[in-house]
């Protein structure tokens, strides 16, 4: 079933962020350009992958992509699954001025088996479903896109970091309404923390509810690293499962 862990999670205080134990996210993948991993996305079921439009503004060959699946620690994959991408699908409303519509899927070569204890996919919310004022967790190895020598430097283990996520008029109250939309949901401190931005560009805000592991928001984002009065800011899931499900169905 989707949104769970076999393995159990180590509590961690809301700003530092710890490194993730193997498994504890099994829907967490590494999408690799050339070998590199460049951003995150999160496994909804056995082929299908959400992350950000962003990642692939400069790079939108679907052959050069691949999926690293299971994966913890980025320097030994030996227990990951690297698949290659049948099909890149960019929101075709995406826009890179305003982020609006920072969404995109990737379906795999061939499914995966999503039942083992490193490999599960998280659950799609609810139309209905809210995750305002919640605390929620964000994952990844903290590439935050190419740095000017064209690497995607981050931590070598997968980091989680606890955050709580916030109305979006108090989240366009720090940063501008015309920059936050309300296909957003905005996650952070507002006394800010230097490492809540260990997410990946286009990897999962995942909050637990009736015991599931939902994916709320898909890393968009920020000014800075966890500054003051500087939320993360994530494309809101609930907003666009029609536009998942469209896709699904005209890639069957």
């Not at 350009?33 to 400069?58: K, N, P």
């Not at 982020?99 to 088996?113: Q, R, S």
């Not at 109305?167 to 309300?182: D, E, I, K």
């Amino acid at each position: 079933s989707c949104g769970t862990s076999m393995v159990g999670s180590t509590h961690t205080k809301i700003v530092g962020g710890t490194t993730a134990s193997h498994g504890e996210f099994p829907w967490q993948v590494s999408l690799m350009y050339g070998g590199s991993h460049v951003c995150g996305g999160t496994l909804i079921d056995s082929q299908w992958v959400a992350t950000a439009a962003h990642c692939f503004e400069d790079y939108h060959n679907a052959r050069y992509w691949t999926v690293g699946v299971g994966m913890h620690d980025r320097h030994h994959v030996y227990t990951t699954q690297v698949h290659h991408v049948r099909n890149l699908i960019v929101h075709t409303g995406y826009n890179s001025h305003t982020n609006l519509n920072d969404i995109a899927l990737m379906k795999l070569d061939k499914p995966v088996d999503i039942n083992t204890q490193y490999v599960r996919a998280a659950c799609l919310p609810n139309a209905h479903d809210s995750f305002d004022q919640m605390t929620c967790t964000v994952t990844g190895w903290g590439a935050t896109y190419f740095d000017e020598n064209g690497n995607a430097p981050g931590a070598q283990f997968l980091r989680k970091v606890d955050v709580p996520t916030m109305s979006n008029y108090q989240c366009q109250y720090f940063l501008g309404r015309n920059n936050v939309h309300t296909s957003n949901i905005c996650a952070g401190l507002r006394a800010g923390g230097k490492d809540a931005c260990q997410g990946d560009s286009g990897g999962p805000l995942v909050c637990k509810k009736n015991g599931v592991w939902k994916l709320a928001g898909i890393v968009s984002w920020g000014y800075g690293c966890g500054d003051r009065n500087a939320p993360g800011v994530y494309t809101r899931v609930t907003s666009f499962l029609s536009w998942i499900n469209q896709q699904k169905a005209a890639h069957p």
